[in-house]
């Protein structure tokens, strides 16, 4: 069936660098796409957002990235912190509705 | 900044009990919703509600499942006789809008456990 799924489920990454999380969907109706943080024993919090209209977004430290062609969205974060470490989750949402349907997350560690 | 809110944090209640598990979302958003998280699985979703009706569901709201705004900040939860697979954790969300210009906030959940 169609879904929203992550390659990578731990990523580790340096303090100070660059980490790129990647996400895939299959529905070619979604038009609207959300990345959320979540750390232990909290919610998902909302980090950005993106239209099906848009290729690019940028937030303080974050960007992301959709390809429609190949339906592909990826999360950059930039000088990657400790605070950083945490599950991250890409989410869908198509046309029709306001559901979300989430992937499966990756655990991004960072290391000192 | 305001959030959404929920308690209790921890549930343990026993096979066939109701529960009721209780939500204040943000003061000025209109649209509501219910998600959970089976421990190592996705967050998914169960139900969405606006203008105190139910507006969308996915197929595991079944009819133990139900939803109240019984007042003009509380959002409820209720399942009506647990069973063991309804363990998980709980989270409430709401939006502003109810379509991509308003994302999704989320409480920090309420963990079921049906013993």
């Known amino acids: 069936g169609e879904s929203v799924g992550l390659h990578l489920p731990t990523l580790s990454v340096q303090e100070g660098d660059n980490s790129i999380i990647n996400c895939a969907y299959s529905?070619?109706?979604?038009?609207?796409f959300i990345w959320y943080k979540q750390e232990s024993g909290k919610g998902p919090q909302f980090i950005i957002d993106i239209r099906s209209n848009m290729d690019k977004r940028q937030g303080q430290r974050v960007t992301v990235l959709l390809n429609k062609t190949v339906k592909h969205l990826s999360l950059q974060i930039a000088a990657t912190q400790p605070g950083d470490s945490a599950v991250y989750f890409c989410a869908e949402n198509r046309a029709a509705g306001n559901k979300l349907t989430f992937g499966g997350g990756t655990r991004v560690l960072v290391k000192p | 900044e305001p959030e959404v809110t929920q308690t209790p944090s921890h549930q343990v209640t026993q096979m066939g009990q109701e529960v009721i598990l209780r939500c204040v979302p943000i003061s000025n958003h209109l649209y509501f919703y219910w998600y959970r998280q089976i421990l190592g699985q996705k967050v998914e979703f169960l139900v969405s509600?606006?203008?105190?009706?139910?507006?969308?569901k996915s197929e595991i709201f079944d009819d133990q499942f139900s939803v109240e705004r019984p007042d003009g900040s509380n959002f409820t939860l209720k399942i009506r006789s647990t069973k063991l697979e309804d363990s998980a954790m709980y989270f409430c969300?709401?939006?502003?809008?109810?379509?991509?210009?308003?994302?999704?906030?989320f409480g920090n959940g309420t963990r079921l456990t049906v013993t």
């Open positions: 529905n070619s109706a979604s038009d609207y």
């Open positions: 969300a709401s939006s502003e809008g109810g379509r991509h210009n308003s994302p999704l906030h």
């Open positions: 509600f606006y203008n105190n009706e139910i507006s969308e």
